[in-house]
């Protein structure tokens, strides 16, 4: 339930606290603010709880160490922490996104954790190849930080192009993901997935998904002559969960009954 706080002014909760949005500011000299130097998870809440929660925290807290940001593993909220705060601030179904910047030589980096409503599921997703590919050697490709904006860019100009999100290739032309979602796809019958190189983001719902397709699923190279060929292609994240494609580019995607084989 909500305490009646005007949307302009909403609570959020930060190391801890929950306390007015307004009342919380970076430290100019952040490295998140300054250099995108900073980590996020998001995911929705199922029946109360932050679905996957324990995989969320578990990735935040491996990201900032291999990215040399680490961050005491007591300071990220559990799962009964942020059904705690949802119950306090939301009235309708969210998604949760948990924040941890940087901080600079002097300062420690800010946690904190908000909430949006959650977006109507569509009933299928048209994808657009973005132009800019993605180098597997970027060390921060693998990772949820705030440096997003090759992401943001590839969004906006295939949403300008009438697709909903953007398919990132890396340099060598290989399917990696979407701007926002890990992707499957079968194939000549098979159901296959992107390999976790480096470029691709270790999903927790890819995990989950893998984790219950018992092998049924081949981790591999994937061009995008071959994605073209799929009988079916869906995406997954933690805030829509597993949703098909209908057209990729230009090629319709015929398939999307099998997209129950996932979910």
């Known amino acids: 339930m909500t305490d009646g706080r005007a949307e302009a002014d909403p609570l959020i909760w930060v190391d801890g606290n929950i306390v007015p949005a307004s009342t919380f500011h970076l430290d100019p000299r952040d490295e998140g603010l300054l250099y995108g130097h900073g980590l996020f998870e998001t995911t929705r809440i199922r029946n109360g709880w932050p679905w996957l ?26 799962a009964e922490t942020v059904r705690a705060f949802v119950d306090r601030v939301a009235s309708e179904e969210v998604v949760v996104r948990l924040n941890l910047s940087a901080g600079s030589p002097s300062r420690p980096g800010s946690l904190w954790m908000v909430t949006r ?60 993901e979407t701007t926002s979602s890990n992707l499957f796809a079968s194939i000549d019958g098979e159901w296959v997935t992107p390999s976790i190189r480096g470029g691709v983001l270790p999903g927790t719902v890819r995990a989950m998904v893998l984790e219950q397709a018992r092998g049924d699923i081949l981790e591999c190279a994937i061009s995008l002559d071959q994605l073209k060929r799929a009988e079916s292609i869906c995406l997954t994240n ?4 597993v949703t098909s494609v209908s057209r990729l580019d230009d090629t319709e995607i015929e398939g999307r009954s099998q997209v129950h084989l996932l979910g």
């Not at 324990?54 to 990220?76: C, E, K, N, W, Y």
């Not at 050697?137 to 953007?166: M, V, W």
């Not at 933690?238 to 969960?241: A, P, Q």
């Open 53 to 78: 929660w324990d995989a969320h925290r578990q990735r935040i807290v491996r990201s900032a160490r291999s990215l040399g940001m680490p961050v005491d593993p007591a300071r990220v909220p559990d």
């Open 117 to 176: 409503p959650l977006a109507p599921r569509p009933e299928s997703i048209v994808l657009r190849t973005s132009p800019f590919l993605v180098s597997r050697t970027d060390p921060f490709a693998a990772h949820k930080t705030f440096n997003y904006g090759l992401r943001i860019h590839s969004h906006r100009l295939a949403q300008a192009a009438g697709a909903d999100e953007a398919l990132l290739l890396d340099t060598d032309g290989l399917v990696l």
């Open 238 to 241: 933690s805030g829509r969960g």
